[in-house]
């Protein structure tokens, strides 16, 4: 499996961003997806995920700013991020399902929102 997020910046309280993550190594169209984050000093959570068949959740930190989408034809999930606070500052990551036991991470893209 690689994955490989991009998208990530700097952006001032209230901006918005748009992440990707592309997946090769798997059969991506047959797996649940997630974004996870991890803040310096915190532990990694999950902050969206997205089925196989389209079906979407959210932490309750994020829900009504974030949405997660997919595009199987090009491996790929987005993660769309409006109205961002200074706390939603983090690594981003995606991985496959919505645990954060995974030995695999890949490379995770850096947001930064300044107040």
């Known amino acids: 499996v690689q994955l490989q997020a991009s998208g990530g910046g700097l952006v001032q309280a209230g901006g918005s961003l748009r992440l990707s993550c592309a997946a090769s190594?798997?059969?991506?169209?047959?797996?649940?997806m997630g974004w996870y984050r991890q803040a310096p000093g915190k532990r990694r959570e999950l902050v969206a995920s997205?089925?196989?068949?389209?079906?979407?959740d959210y932490a309750d930190s994020v829900k009504g700013r974030f949405t997660i989408s997919r595009d199987n034809a090009k491996n790929t999930v987005y993660l769309q991020m409006n109205s961002l606070k200074p706390e939603d500052t983090a690594i981003y990551y995606c991985n496959i399902g919505t645990s954060v036991a995974h030995n695999y991470w890949g490379q995770g893209t850096l947001v930064t929102v300044s107040s």
């Open positions: 190594g798997i059969i991506f169209r047959l797996n649940d």
């Open positions: 997205i089925s196989r068949r389209y079906s979407t």
